[in-house]
């Protein structure tokens, strides 16, 4: 019974980075089910948005798959590399601060240890455009899945947008 209760402590250990990572996550817009299962979780793909947190105006919408079953449910199981990204202006653009081209914008853990899934945020200097890249990494083989979205920095009513390359370090 001693040796129960150590490992699901053990497991329960492993397991809270990834459930303190849900006061981070962002807003749920919809789930669809793409795999039904009689007995355990579904599997599904779900839409999330996210506001650009240092470019005001900005926001991501992200899908991502979560694989069903209960090993999925547990939080287990390493989910799938795809992702899409669509990033839009959704008001006047207000950028905070200096950033590197490739500036991480969002992280989100795919698998217990070995997999991330990421959204960085680059600047097309000469166009003006702010440019997002979703991808994944995983730590030894690596994840060609990635997705790519622009935003056109363009006025908002009366005001004049900001250029995109006097931000960058």
Same mark, same amino acid.
Do not use: H
């Given at each position: 019974?001693? =040796?129960?209760a150590?490992?699901?402590?053990?497991?329960?250990?492993l397991?809270?980075?990834?459930?303190? !990572?849900?006061?981070?996550?962002?807003?749920?817009?919809?789930?669809k089910?793409?795999? @039904?299962r009689?007995?355990?979780?579904d599997?599904?793909?779900?839409?999330?948005?996210?506001?650009?947190?240092?470019? *005001?105006?900005?926001?991501?919408?992200?899908?991502?798959?979560?694989?069903?079953? @209960?090993?999925?449910?547990?939080?287990f199981?390493?989910?799938?590399?795809e992702?899409?990204?669509?990033?839009? *202006?959704?008001?006047?653009? #207000?950028? =905070? /601060? =200096?950033?590197? *081209?490739?500036?991480?914008?969002? +992280? !989100? +853990? +795919? #698998?217990?240890?070995?997999?991330?899934? !990421?959204?960085?945020? /680059?600047?097309?200097?000469? +166009?003006?455009?702010?440019?997002?890249l979703?991808?994944?990494? =995983?730590?030894?083989?690596?994840?060609?899945?990635?997705?790519?979205?622009?935003?056109?920095?363009?006025p908002?009513?009366?005001?004049t947008?900001?250029?995109?390359?006097?931000?960058?370090?």
């Amino acid at each position: 019974m001693k =040796k129960f209760a150590a490992a699901l402590l053990a497991l329960a250990c492993l397991a809270a980075p990834v459930a303190a !990572q849900e006061a981070d996550d962002p807003e749920l817009i919809f789930k669809k089910t793409t795999v @039904w299962r009689m007995l355990s979780p579904d599997a599904k793909l779900a839409t999330y948005v996210i506001d650009d947190p240092n470019v *005001q105006g900005v926001a991501c919408y992200f899908t991502v798959p979560e694989i069903g079953g @209960w090993v999925g449910w547990a939080g287990f199981a390493e989910e799938r590399s795809e992702t899409s990204i669509s990033c839009r *202006q959704i008001g006047p653009i #207000s950028i =905070k /601060g =200096k950033f590197e *081209q490739g500036y991480e914008i969002y +992280r !989100q +853990r +795919r #698998s217990l240890f070995f997999k991330k899934m !990421q959204i960085v945020r /680059g600047c097309d200097t000469k +166009r003006n455009v702010l440019v997002y890249l979703a991808y994944t990494d =995983k730590l030894i083989e690596g994840s060609p899945q990635n997705s790519t979205s622009t935003v056109p920095i363009m006025p908002w009513g009366n005001d004049t947008p900001p250029k995109c390359s006097d931000f960058m370090d």
